[in-house]
């Protein structure tokens, strides 16, 4: 009887991480997708508020534009680590790229882009 309490309460916490990864992941494809199709304003309009007040629009879209031209494509993606607290969740990626390799960390609030840092050849774009 232990042994069925304890794999239903496993299965339920398994749940629970599965949905909130399933929403990152929904994220960060969405992400990358817009991305390849060099449609960063859509990148921009899900920067949370906060993201949108750091900086103004023309420095993200500046950021965006010259990695997409020094790397073309996102093409592959290897998670590193990947954590949830509260409402936010958090992934650092391995991704390749046509030319090269960059590290993203990506993290959300919900469905908002609230972290975004691009790391190639350990220096953050």
């Known amino acids: 009887m232990k042994k069925i309490a304890i794999l239903l309460i496993f ?24 991305f390849n199709n060099s449609d960063f ?5 899900n920067f949370s508020v906060k993201m949108k007040r750091s900086h103004p629009k023309g420095y993200y879209l500046k950021i ?3 990695l997409k031209k020094e790397h073309k494509s996102l093409q592959s993606f290897e998670l590193l680590h990947y ?4 409402q936010k969740s958090r992934a650092i990626y391995n991704a ?11 993290t959300i609030n919900g469905d908002e882009i609230i972290g975004l840092f691009l790391l190639k050849d350990k220096n953050f774009l």
């Open 83 to 86: 954590e949830e607290n509260n």
């Open 64 to 66: 965006f534009y010259r």
């Open 41 to 45: 304003e859509s990148i921009y309009n």
């Open 96 to 106: 390749n790229s046509q030319t090269g390799n960059l590290t993203i960390k990506f």
């Open 11 to 34: 299965l339920f916490f398994t749940g629970i991480v599965s949905a909130q990864n399933e929403q990152h992941k929904i994220a960060f494809d969405r992400f990358v997708n817009n």
